[in-house]
C-alpha cells in the first residue's frame, strides 16, 4: 500500500483496505482469461492469439475492471501485458452495454499514445482481440495516419462515431476543435492513456489538460493509467483522470533478471565500433534479430552503408520517415524480412551536436522530423535476440528503454553497448543505477581480442573512409525515391506518367558508387578469420544464440609447419617433397 495516498495498491494481490483477498492471506491461485466471466467471442479472439493463460498485472486488473468498475494506474515493465490490460475489458463492457440497450451509435472509448507508432501497433492489438466481434464494435486510428489519407475522408470516418478511437493527444484535440467530433463529452465511458509518463516528455501536457476538459464528462468516466514508471509527472495525470484509482505495480526491476538478459559492455573508441561490428555479424557471434541504436540520424545512414559494404542487410528507422513508412519497417522487421534493424530517435543527440549538424547542414537539406516519435519506448518490435547501444545512450532511462526491446516474457535477449572514454561519466551512472537494483554488476565486461582483428581491422576502416557525407546524401535521396514509388498519393500520376515511374524506378534500384567499388569485401577470407572462430563461421559448430564472448584466456594458436611427410598443399605448409623425376 502506498503510505502517501489513500489509494488501494497491489502487487500480487489486493491491498487489505479493498477486503480482498491477498496472497499474504490466502493460498494464491491462478486465474485463467475463462474464469474472469469475458465475452465468449473475446475468449475465442485470445485463444486464436495464443494467449495461454493472463499475465499478472491482465490477472489482476481486468476483474477489478469489468466486476468492481474500477479507474486502474497500471505500472510494469515492457512485455509484461499492460496493453491486454485494459483493451480486453473495454470490449467486453461495450458488447455488455449493447446487448443491454439498443442505443445510437456514439464513441464509447479514447486511447491515447504519446507516438504515432505506439498508436498504429495498440490499433493493431485492438482489432486482434476484436477479430470475432468486428461486426459489433468498430475501431478507429487516427493517431497513425500518414498525409495519404484526405481530410474529407477523415473527417467521415470520425464523423460515423466509431465506438474506439485510438490517437496521439493533438491529432485529437485538432478534431474535437475543429468539429469533426461532436458530443464526446456526454457519451465518453472509457479513457485510456497509455505510456503515460511520456506523455509530458513528448510535450502533451498542455494539449493533454485542454483534450481531457472538452472530452471528458462531468461525472467522470472509467480510466486507465498505463505506464511503465511512476514519475511526478504521473501524480498530475492521476489527478487529471482518475478517481480513486487502484494501482498496479508489480514487484518487479525495470529489466529481466541476469538469467534472462545478459548485459555486456566493450570498451572502444569511435573508429574502433565498425570495427567490432562488422566482426560480431561477419564471425557470426550474433544470432538472431537485432536492433541497433544509435544517437543521431546521421549515423543511421553511415552505418547501413558500412554494413552494405561487408554484405549485410539492415532497414533504418528514425523520425525523419513518414509514419506510414516507419510502421511498414517494424512490420517488415517483425515479420523477418530484414534481421537487424538501426534505429535512432535523435532526442538524446547533444546540444553541441545539434548546433553542429545546423551548421553543417544548409536549410534546403534539412528534413522536418516527426515530434510523435519514440522509438526505444512502446513499440512492439517481437522476437529480439539482441540489442547493441552503437552509441551509449545518455540517461540511464534510455538505457533502460533500449535493452527493455529484449528479453521480453519468457523469452532471452542480450544486450551489448559500445563505451567511447567520453562515455563514462553516463557509463558509470548506468552502472550504480542497475547495481542498486539487482545487488549485482550486471555490466560485464565483453572481452574481445583487437589483435585477432587486424585483417577486418583494415577492412572495416577503409569502408568507413569511403563512406563520405556525399555518400550518406545518396542514401537518403535513394530512399526519397523509394517512398515516392510506394505513395499511394502520387498512384494516379505514375498511372498517366509511367515514363517517370520506370526512371525512378531505375534509380532507386542502382547500385550505389560504394558498393560497385568494392565486392569483394562481402566475402571473409579464411585468413582474416581468428582461428579459434573458425568452426563457427563455416557453420561446423552452432554457437549460442547469445552473444559469444571472446575471452583473452583463449589464447592465439600459433600456424605451426607441416613436416614434409604430410600431404599438404605447399602454399600452406611451407613444404615441398620432391618428386623422383
Not at 32 to 45: H, P, Q, V
Not at 239 to 246: E, I
Not at 309 to 330: D, K, M, Q, Y
Not at 381 to 394: E, K, M, T
Request: hydrophobic share 35%; aromatic share 6%.
Amino acid at each position: 500500500m502506498d503510505t502517501n495516498t489513500n489509494e488501494p495498491s497491489t502487487s500480487q494481490g489486493m491491498d487489505s483496505n479493498t477486503n480482498e483477498p491477498s496472497t499474504s492471506q490466502a493460498e494464491e491461485t491462478k486465474m485463467s482469461f475463462a474464469d474472469m466471466g469475458l465475452d465468449g467471442r473475446i475468449l475465442k479472439s485470445i485463444a486464436h492469439l495464443g494467449w495461454k493463460e493472463p499475465t499478472l498485472i491482465q490477472e489482476k486488473g481486468i476483474p477489478l475492471a469489468i466486476h468492481k468498475r474500477k479507474d486502474i494506474l497500471s505500472r510494469g515493465r515492457t512485455g509484461s501485458g499492460k496493453t491486454g490490460s485494459y483493451i480486453i475489458p473495454i470490449l467486453h463492457l461495450i458488447l455488455a452495454n449493447k446487448k443491454a440497450n439498443l442505443q445510437q451509435q456514439h464513441i464509447s472509448a479514447v486511447i491515447l499514445a504519446p507516438s504515432k507508432e505506439l498508436s498504429a501497433q495498440i490499433c493493431k492489438h485492438t482489432n486482434q482481440l476484436n477479430q470475432f466481434t468486428s461486426n459489433h464494435i468498430s475501431i478507429l486510428d487516427i493517431g497513425s495516419v500518414s498525409g495519404n489519407t484526405s481530410a474529407a475522408d477523415m473527417k467521415q470516418l470520425v464523423s460515423e462515431k466509431p465506438d474506439i478511437i485510438i490517437s496521439t493527444p493533438s491529432k485529437l484535440l485538432s478534431h474535437v476543435k475543429s468539429g469533426n467530433i461532436k458530443n464526446i463529452k456526454e457519451m465518453l465511458q472509457f479513457l485510456v492513456l497509455d505510456e503515460a509518463d511520456l506523455m509530458f516528455s513528448f510535450g502533451y501536457e498542455a494539449d493533454l489538460e485542454e483534450l481531457l476538459k472538452l472530452i471528458v464528462p462531468n461525472h467522470g468516466c472509467q480510466s486507465f493509467l498505463v505506464s511503465a514508471t511512476l514519475n511526478p509527472e504521473i501524480s498530475c495525470l492521476k489527478k487529471l483522470c482518475l478517481k480513486n484509482p487502484v494501482t498496479l505495480k508489480l514487484e518487479e526491476s525495470d529489466l529481466p533478471d541476469s538469467s534472462q538478459l545478459i548485459q555486456y559492455h566493450i570498451r572502444c573508441e569511435e573508429e574502433d565500433k565498425y570495427v567490432l561490428i562488422n566482426s560480431l555479424f561477419k564471425l557470426k557471434l550474433v544470432r538472431g534479430r537485432t536492433i541497433i541504436f544509435t544517437n543521431c540520424v546521421d549515423k543511421c545512414y553511415k552505418l547501413k552503408l558500412f554494413l552494405q559494404t561487408f554484405g549485410i542487410r539492415s532497414c533504418i528507422l528514425n523520425p525523419e520517415l513518414p509514419v506510414a513508412s516507419r510502421c511498414h519497417v517494424v512490420e517488415r522487421f517483425n515479420e523477418g524480412d530484414y534481421e537487424i534493424i538501426i534505429a535512432s530517435d535523435d532526442k538524446s543527440t547533444s546540444d553541441a551536436a545539434n548546433r553542429k549538424r545546423k551548421q553543417n547542414l544548409s536549410t534546403q537539406r534539412k528534413k522536418e522530423r516527426d515530434e510523435e516519435f519514440g522509438v526505444s519506448r512502446g513499440i512492439d518490435f517481437q522476437f529480439v535476440s539482441n540489442v547493441i547501444n552503437f552509441d551509449f545512450p545518455c540517461s540511464v532511462s534510455e538505457y533502460v528503454h533500449r535493452v527493455g526491446r529484449t528479453g521480453r516474457g519468457d523469452r532471452e535477449g542480450t544486450a551489448l553497448s559500445f563505451v567511447r572514454v567520453d562515455d563514462n561519466k553516463k557509463f558509470e551512472k548506468v552502472k550504480k543505477a542497475l547495481e542498486s537494483v539487482s545487488g549485482e554488476d550486471v555490466l560485464k565486461a565483453y572481452q574481445f581480442k583487437m589483435d585477432e582483428l587486424d585483417g577486418i581491422k583494415y577492412r572495416s576502416r577503409e569502408a568507413v573512409r569511403a563512406i563520405t557525407q556525399n555518400a550518406i546524401k545518396e542514401a537518403r535521396l535513394s530512399e526519397i525515391k523509394r517512398e515516392l514509388i510506394n505513395s499511394e498519393k502520387l498512384e494516379t500520376f505514375f498511372k498517366q506518367h509511367p515514363k517517370d515511374l520506370k526512371v525512378l524506378r531505375s534509380d532507386a534500384s542502382t547500385v550505389t558508387h560504394l558498393q560497385s567499388q568494392q565486392p569483394q569485401l562481402k566475402d571473409l577470407p579464411d585468413y582474416i578469420i581468428p582461428a579459434s572462430l573458425r568452426a563457427v563461421v563455416h557453420g561446423r559448430t552452432e554457437p549460442d544464440i547469445r552473444l559469444t564472448v571472446v575471452s583473452h584466456s583463449q589464447k592465439r594458436k600459433r600456424p605451426t609447419r607441416s613436416s614434409g611427410r604430410s600431404s599438404g598443399n605447399p602454399l600452406k605448409t611451407f613444404s615441398f617433397k620432391k618428386g623422383r623425376r
